[in-house]
């Protein structure tokens, strides 16, 4: 799908996804898509939830409309884009792109049925009761891709074994990242290395994060899994390469845009799963009564256009552990 067509979709509204004469109407149900994440970089997503959605005999335009909330980035705004999507009386919430997301969806609503996608443990934070019976009204999909911390630096380490300082992005407005950061000083201790934090949470933090971590002497740096730096990609890869520095993300998606390696679940395929679940509440089943869904695909991907123009020879062995090479 074409940037141009997709934001014509989008609007922020749903009378673009409604069918002709549904405008307006309650003849068919409308999925309120709450999002943290900016419009114009979440397309993706929105397609591999409508492709869960199709495989469930429900369909956008047909039998189904789209009511969206961005915030852009701005996690005050969730709780007013929440409390607006019950207002519009939709038939299900789905709540994504940071956790601030579903926990407003869940602070506007004790009934109407919300489904999640996260990257963290979804009992940790307190969202549902259990991952085989979640009770109430959330269920969702979690691809706990913040618990792979150890394995990113681990494989750093094959690729940089002398390198003795790392530095890792974070931003600390994500509630998931003390976990990530505990998990990764953890690994850096047990490989003998100097892992230094530096919190991002804007545009100008990424910019003066990179100057900072090669004035400290870092060798590299690794990406936490965060929707916020996940859409600021294309940004932190550009700074990577601007650099020289070997960065190490958590998506397939960074890798393509340029990142040198990424190691973690298919977002896509969570959210494949999570318009798998939507469209079986749509057609009367109740939350509580769907398990929380796991991922079960990880991604191994090296990007060798990147390895080279960093001037780094990629071990035969990790090339043989990697699901994709991109050449």
Do not use: C
């Amino acid at each position: 799908m074409k940037r141009r067509d997709f934001m014509t979709l989008m609007g922020g509204a749903a009378s673009a996804a409604l069918p002709r004469g549904a405008r307006g109407a309650s003849s068919i149900p409308v999925i309120g898509y709450l999002s943290g994440r900016p419009s114009d970089e979440a397309g993706y997503l929105v397609e591999a939830f409508e492709k869960g959605l199709r495989a469930g005999g429900i369909v956008i335009g047909q039998n189904a409309a789209f009511e969206f909330r961005w915030a852009d980035n701005q996690y005050d705004r969730l709780p007013a884009n929440a409390a607006d999507l019950v207002n519009h009386r939709v038939a299900v919430i789905v709540a994504s792109g940071a956790v601030q997301s579903i926990r407003a969806a869940g602070a506007a609503t004790s009934s109407i049925p919300i489904v999640f996608v996260t990257g963290d443990d979804p009992v940790r934070l307190g969202l549902v009761a259990s991952m085989n019976r979640p009770g109430g009204n959330l269920t969702g999909v979690s691809f706990l891709t913040q618990s792979l911390e150890a394995k990113r630096l681990n494989i750093l380490h094959q690729l940089l074994p002398k390198t003795a300082r790392i530095a890792i992005l974070a931003n600390r407005k994500n509630p998931s990242s003390e976990r990530q950061l505990k998990e990764a000083s953890d690994a850096a201790r047990s490989l003998d290395r100097q892992l230094d934090v530096l919190n991002v949470s804007d545009d100008a933090d990424i910019e003066g994060s990179f100057s900072t971590l090669v004035e400290r002497g870092n060798g590299a740096v690794t990406i936490t899994a965060d929707p916020f730096l996940n859409s600021h990609r294309a940004q932190i890869v550009a700074l990577a390469g601007q650099y020289k520095v070997p960065a190490f993300f958590y998506t397939r998606e960074q890798a393509v845009a340029g990142g040198l390696m990424s190691y973690g679940a298919s977002i896509p395929e969570a959210y494949t799963q999570a318009g798998g679940y939507a469209a079986r509440i749509l057609k009367g089943e109740k939350p509580a009564d769907l398990p929380i869904l796991q991922a079960t695909k990880f991604e191994f991907i090296i990007n060798l256009k990147t390895a080279r123009a960093l001037g780094l020879d990629i071990p035969p062995t990790l090339l043989a552990l990697a699901d994709e090479v991109i050449e």
